[in-house]
């Protein structure tokens, strides 16, 4: 089976990220095999993720045209209130009728911004804050029981694609030109449809009726990974792996990391001979991997460019790196050999994908079944004989003369190697002595400081003494200045009274001669009248 041939027909054009590659957001936790699947923020199988172009994928089922929500719009923008207004937490929590109610009367403008709000949250690059919003969202949503198929029929158009956003965590369905029928939007909320807007086949499946299809809601195994649930874009790729009886797909990484590959016998191997097998979670039978692998190179090698061939050519090494018999452990040679010589810029991408091919037909004739297959009962001519010895002597002198070559090379680069070491370890020799110079000039600078700091030490002691008796002697004539101006009031005070005394003895005397001399003047003037 070809990697992801039979769900997808040629190879898929992609127009813009899904979801970031930031590998800051946290890994989702496996899914179980039944229940209700609860996605995380972002939905993503890998860092390449991507989506594909959606107006060409989706020609065809957007001929039907929107629903009948979409013309109700309205062409007249009235102001509303903040209370008129509607949250993301809102549309998560309150009833589908009053929701849409609501939403009826609201602008464009402001439906357009509700989406736009939600698909920045769905983009993960807030940090912490946006997960736990959209991980919030996502639990008022799930947790709802009233969210049906035919409550959802009565929703805005806008309310369910949010809906469906948050419950998927995918924020594709948010996207301008992303325009999904309404019936579309609530089979995908209810599990009834697939959420890959690339796929969207009705759920189970080609009416699968496996364990892991017929509990996991929301699993296609058209284009999900039966270990971790995600889907990409990825096709003609050793990055999946499929079940040649159940056609169930899984991620190479999930499978090494789950430990599905493994070596063992299988139906095609011969007695007591053991081979790279996969075993799928699906169905639990075992694929046969080198046969796979060279049927996915054979048919899809001759497109792939340096990149593409050095990353198939990786999963190749990590598939086969367990390897215990002889092909297996030949093929991840021959892979490590071949990323060595692209990376060095010995082979090209054209050169290496001939010569992986021709190793794989190599395997195929070293094979015990093709030479038990073989001709090994019909007797052939002397000439064709001597002209099947030519060939492989010449093909032998070949393979001598490339391998001396490739000798020789590496020869003058280990030479090359070893000179350049050479001149690193005079440097670093060099560079050591002066580390050693300069070390030894810090310590004394550092000395020295040491001594600076201990003068200044007993310097500020010192200047802290002499702070102290001055602060002392201060206190001493702030004493006797005290003492002294409560003296000075004293004596003022006293000088004062005596002052106010004499001031009094004086008047007293001026009032006393006062009245002698009123007396005398009445004593005289009573005479004078006796008189007269």
């Not at 209370?83 to 589908?96: M, N, P, T, W, Y």
């Amino acid at each position: 089976m070809l990697p992801r041939q039979q769900s997808q027909s040629g190879t898929l054009q992609t127009s813009f990220s899904l979801v970031p590659s930031d590998a800051h957001l946290p890994q989702e936790e496996p899914r179980s095999n039944s229940g209700q699947v609860r996605e995380s923020p972002t939905e993503s199988a890998s860092s390449r993720e991507t989506w594909p172009n959606v107006e060409a994928m989706l020609a065809k089922k957007m001929e039907s045209g929107k629903t009948d929500n979409d013309n109700a719009e309205h062409s007249v923008v009235r102001r509303l209130s903040s209370a008129d207004k509607i949250s993301l937490q809102d549309i998560a929590r309150e009833r589908v009728d009053l929701i849409s109610e609501k939403m009826h009367h609201l602008s464009d403008e402001f439906l357009e911004e509700l989406k736009s709000g939600l698909r920045v949250i769905l983009d993960g690059n807030g940090g912490l804050q946006q997960r736990e919003e959209i991980f919030i969202l996502q639990k008022l949503v799930q947790n709802r029981t009233d969210l049906t198929a035919k409550t959802l029929l009565i929703a805005n158009r806008v309310q369910l694609e949010i809906l469906v956003a948050i419950n998927t965590g995918i924020q594709a369905f948010l996207h301008p030109n992303v325009t999904l029928p309404q019936t579309t939007l609530i089979e995908i909320f209810v599990y009834k449809r697939c959420r890959n807007i690339a796929c969207q086949n009705q759920l189970p499946a080609d009416d699968c009726t496996c364990e892991l299809c017929s509990n996991r809601n929301g699993f296609c195994n058209l284009c999900m990974c039966v270990i971790c649930n995600k889907f990409d874009f990825e096709v003609n790729t050793c990055r999946w792996i499929g079940c040649d009886l159940c056609s169930h797909w899984t991620h190479t990484d999930c499978a090494i990391r789950d430990g599905q590959i493994c070596m063992g016998s299988s139906v095609k191997s011969g007695p007591g001979e053991t081979e790279m097998l996969f075993r799928c979670q699906a169905c639990n039978r075992t694929s046969e991997l080198l046969g796979w692998v060279k049927d996915v190179f054979q048919h899809c090698a001759p497109a792939w460019d340096l990149e593409a061939l050095t990353r198939e050519l990786d999963y190749v090494s990590r598939i086969f790196c367990g390897s215990e018999y002889n092909r297996g452990l030949r093929l991840f040679w021959k892979c490590e050999d071949l990323k060595e010589k692209m990376k060095t810029g010995v082979m090209d991408s054209s050169m290496a994908c001939r010569t992986i091919l021709g190793f794989f037909q190599e395997l195929e004739l070293d094979s015990p079944r093709s030479i038990e297959n073989g001709e090994g009962g019909r007797l052939i001519a002397p000439q064709e004989a001597c002209t099947r010895i030519a060939d492989v002597v010449q093909e032998a002198i070949i393979k001598m003369e490339m391998v001396a070559d490739e000798k020789e090379r590496r020869y003058k680069k280990a030479r090359m190697d070893v000179e350049a070491f050479e001149h690193e370890v005079e440097d670093k020799t060099r560079e050591a002595a002066e580390l050693k110079v300069e070390k030894q000039r810090k310590k004394l600078q550092i000395e020295e400081l040491e001594k600076i700091v201990r003068l200044k030490l007993a310097e500020a002691d010192m200047f802290q003494l002499k702070a102290n008796e001055a602060k002392r002697e201060a206190e001493r004539l702030q004493l006797i200045a005290l003492a002294k101006s409560e003296k000075s009031e004293e004596d003022y005070a006293s000088s004062y009274l005596k002052q106010r005394l004499k001031e009094a003895e004086a008047e007293k005397q001026f009032l006393l001669e006062k009245i002698k001399m009123q007396e005398s003047f009445r004593s005289q003037n009573s005479g004078g009248a006796d008189q007269s």
